[in-house]
């Protein structure tokens, strides 16, 4: 052969993606965290190509009515406006029909001049059934046969057009969740294609599984996917149920996508130290690691910092590290661009919700994915606590965001109860809740406010990220110890916990030390020692923004995961 040998290739699968705000690929944290993974490998130059969906009608967009009762309707984007479309085709079986895919290639640029390639596979070829053709449609949507359907294009069909594309050395596949598990099948096929060895012989298992690499983010067992054997084998033909019983890859008459994922892995981590001990009692006979997530920094730094840390060490964009030396800027010059980036998002609150928030005051905010265990309404446990609190200690504002699955009811009850609390605050406290989130309100809301608030219910936040974002822009956390905070945590350094005695969360102690701090110890710093809460913004950035960074989280993975043998 003749041919140059490309450096091997990690293959990076995630059901979602989140690259660009007009890009809708994405739900919450988890497409966040893929993108910003993404990114951080192309600054590196670490050779990677993503894989996922093309989702043409996104998650949704998000309506809410006066009360928060929350509707949804489709996104309406264009594919061809960001990506270009190639002519390449793959194909791959789902219910006895061959179902054809087309690529979308992403060229996600870096600051360094590296590219790394993302593939959004489309079903929506001239050719294909209708109802296939809306396969690749809607992130999440659909019943569980929709999902069965999109996992296999996403993980056999996603090898099959990896190899349409010429990837033919991969290092490492890498699950970015269960989501993509199927892919293990589509390359055991290719061993036992080439070893001419039964399916599921032991060398074409020890083969497939030298490739494979999963992260799990899911410390909720009714969070796995799991499909019911005989659609499993309807989608899927009897054969590949077959071989997933000689695998011994059926549990109690399902197919657990964690389960096969942590079957073919080489290499397993959870995305928090706490999460790993987590995934430990829930799996207790697989090898699991951790390594901590972290978010792109560059992306997620407000203009105005991105301005301090450049005129202070310049280095800072190349190498996260240098955030360390933030030490070296004075505190006063942390305050002013603070109330910049404060000044930003309260232009925003204005041109989205035509609220005017007051910038002296103490700003909350709150905004993920709004679902049961994020408890978005533990603040309003106790309204006139609150109110006493804003009268007495200092006012306070507060603004909330967030998405809930239009099938989950409990998100939606969430949504509807700020609503309420806020119509009961608004003498005392104004509380806004914003529609729409996503990746662009995200950066101004973790750079804007005051305070990042995050009440999960223990032990459900495998990490959580948008707390790292905060502390990149020297916002402090105020947060239940879980996920990844249990490693950011410095008591009044990087932030405050919210009760740090319990195992499991206990609401009446959780909602009692909320309003103990916030009333003794945080609004008091705030208003009378502001030189204290600006040396916490401070620390809070050298401490968390130099670690919690996605460059440190991809040369993890180079070590232990990629290339452990390099
Ligand atoms: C970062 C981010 C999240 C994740 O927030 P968590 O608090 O970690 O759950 C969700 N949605 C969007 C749009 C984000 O940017």
Redesign the pocket.
């Known amino acids: 052969m003749t041919m140059a040998r490309q450096p091997p290739t990690v293959a990076y699968f995630s059901m979602e993606v ?1 690259l660009d705000n007009s890009v809708p690929t ?8 893929a993108g910003d993974s993404l990114c951080a490998a192309a600054d590196l130059g670490v050779p990677m190509v993503g894989v996922t969906l093309l989702h043409r009608k996104g998650y949704f967009r998000q309506h809410l009515d006066a009360k928060g009762n929350q509707t949804e309707s489709p996104v309406e984007w264009s594919p061809a406006d960001h990506m270009v479309l190639l002519k390449n085709r793959a194909s791959v079986t789902i219910e006895g029909r061959q179902v054809w895919l087309q690529p979308w290639r992403f060229i996600l640029s870096s600051q360094t001049g590296a590219d790394v390639n993302v593939y959004f596979l489309d079903t929506a070829v001239a050719g294909n059934s209708d109802w296939d053709q809306t396969l690749t449609d809607y992130l999440y949507g659909g019943d569980s046969h929709y999902r069965l359907c999109q996992e296999a294009v996403l993980g056999l069909g996603g090898v099959a057009m990896l190899r349409e594309l010429g990837y033919t050395d991969v290092a490492a596949y890498h699950m970015n969740e269960g989501h993509s598990a199927l892919l293990t099948m589509a390359l055991l096929a290719e061993e036992a294609k080439r070893s001419g060895a039964p399916v599921a012989s032991k060398d074409n298992i020890e083969k497939v599984r030298d490739q494979c690499v999963f992260t799990t983010h899911t410390p909720v067992p009714a969070g796995i996917d799991k499909f019911p054997i005989p659609l499993v084998r309807q989608v899927l033909g009897p054969e590949t149920v077959e071989n997933l019983g000689l695998l011994e890859c059926l549990f109690g008459e399902t197919l657990n996508m964690t389960y096969l994922a942590l079957f073919f892995a080489r290499y397993i981590n959870g995305v928090s130290m706490r999460h790993e001990q987590i995934s430990h009692d829930m799996f207790p006979s697989y090898p699991i690691n951790s390594i901590s997530n972290g ?1 792109h920094a560059v992306t ?1 730094t407000s203009e105005p910092f991105r301005r301090l840390y450049d005129r202070y060490m310049p280095e800072w964009r190349l190498d996260n590290l240098y955030l360390r030396y933030v030490r070296s800027i004075p505190t006063q010059e942390i305050h002013q661009a603070h109330v910049a980036a404060k000044q930003s998002l309260l232009a925003e609150v204005k041109k989205r919700a035509n609220i005017d928030l007051d910038p002296s005051v103490l700003t909350l905010g709150f ?3 709004m679902t049961a265990y ?1 408890r978005a309404d533990m603040l309003f446990s106790d309204l006139e606590r609150l109110k006493k609190i804003a009268r007495e200690a200092g006012p306070l504002q507060i603004i909330y965001a ?2 809930a699955h239009p099938n989950d009811g409990w998100g939606k009850d969430n949504i509807r109860k700020v609503f309420a609390a806020a119509e009961a605050l608004k003498e005392t406290i104004k509380v806004v809740f914003l529609e729409e ?3 662009e ?3 101004y809301l ?1 750079s804007g406010v005051d305070l990042w608030l ?1 009440t ?1 219910q223990k032990p459900f ?1 495998a ?7 905060a502390a990149l822009n020297g916002v402090p956390s105020f947060s239940i110890l879980d ?1 990844w905070w249990v490693e950011g945590h410095l008591e009044g350094v990087t932030g405050w916990a919210i009760e740090d005695s319990m195992k499991e969360s206990d609401l009446q102690k959780e909602v009692a030390c909320l309003y103990d701090k916030l009333e003794n110890v945080i609004v008091p710093m705030f208003y009378r020692q502001p030189d204290a809460y600006d040396e916490v913004m401070r620390s809070t950035i050298a401490i968390n923004g130099s670690y919690f960074n996605a460059q440190r989280m991809i040369f993890q993975y180079l070590e232990h995961a990629y290339m452990p043998y390099h």
Do not use: F, H, I, Q
């Open positions: 989140g994405y739900s919450g944290g988890l497409g966040a965290l978010v997620w905004a993920r994915r994020k967030g998405k989130y996503d990746l309100l995200a950066t973790c995050n999960p936040e990490s959580g990220t948008s707390g790292m974002k996920g």
